[in-house]
């Protein structure tokens, strides 16, 4: 299989079925009342791909494959990738403003044509819902497949979203056949899906790179729609089982509490904090829609003083970005 993404009539298939089901009675996550997901899709476990990057240096160490998955389970104000957080309901929109005639409605479902579509992003720019039709539902073989064709020039692959352990069994058996290859595994992740659930996928994931957007609960509520304490309760099982592989802080003057958060972690984290990774993360507003998309990044100024900070608190990797 090459390393591109194209469009397979089998897959269009499995797209239908999968949309047809997003029609149908679906599970509620967890962590957020706006996200709803169906596992059980018709023939075969697949998750809705968004795009692979071959080559990546900012997604972990080394050179890795980077692979995004659709679809969120909460609506951070500061997302830069907002298109990633829905999945297509067919409404069409899209499809109208397309200038290369790319996308098609049919049954409900737009299908995308890879071959015509010019990259312009008409269709996400329009999308009224957060999402893409630049979707296919992939199984864990076709995304090891292309992967695969990327070695020997990477370390590893990282799966991120969107919420990629939404998937935690597609991404189990994906994690499974790297590790046969010699590819390390990580996962990115916001921390809002139980992890403590599903150990069987961290028995094959080298770890975890966890964002802990706010601490306090209605500061995170405000800013994600979601649930702290269970980014909180995943901190503390991710680090009893030596899995974090680095943890990130992005910072947004005025909407959430980086002195909290960095003295939070270092709690949870106790002895660990000096071996610990921190990432702080400046906010910038490219790719930014809604509230925040004129809002200001945060001064030299600030983000020295919360390295400091940092520091001070015990961790010794503190890395500004």
Known sequence: M???????????????AFMRQLASPRLECPCSKNWVFNMSIADSLTAPVNKIIPFSLVDGPGSRTSVFLQGCNIACAYCHNPETQNLCIGCGTCVEQCPAGALTLS??????DKSACVQC????????HKASP??????????????????????????????????????RELFALCREVGLGTLIDSNGCVPLWEHED????????????KAWNPAVFARLTGGDAETVKRNLA??????KIEELRIVVVPGWNDPEQTIAGIARVLGDKV???KLKLIRFR???????????????????????KLARDTGFSQVELR
């Open 201 to 212: 996928l961290l028995e094959v994931a080298d770890g975890v790179m966890l964002d802990v």
């Open 107 to 112: 049954d409900g479902v737009v299908a995308w």
């Open 2 to 16: 090459s390393g591109r993404l194209s469009l397979h009539p089998r897959r269009t298939l499995r797209r239908q």
């Open 134 to 171: 630049k979707i296919e539902q992939l199984t864990p073989h076709e995304v090891f497949d292309i992967v695969h064709s990327y070695q020997p020039f990477i370390r590893g692959i990282t799966v991120s979203g969107g919420e990629c352990t939404l998937h935690p069994e597609w991404m």
């Open 274 to 276: 000096a071996t610990t």
């Open 285 to 307: 507003r490219f790719g930014v829609v809604g509230t925040l998309a004129d809002a200001a990044s945060p001064t030299d100024e600030r983000m020295a003083e919360l390295e």
């Open 121 to 128: 992003d008409t269709c996400i720019h329009v999308c009224p």
């Open 237 to 242: 099982f991710l680090a009893e089982r030596d």
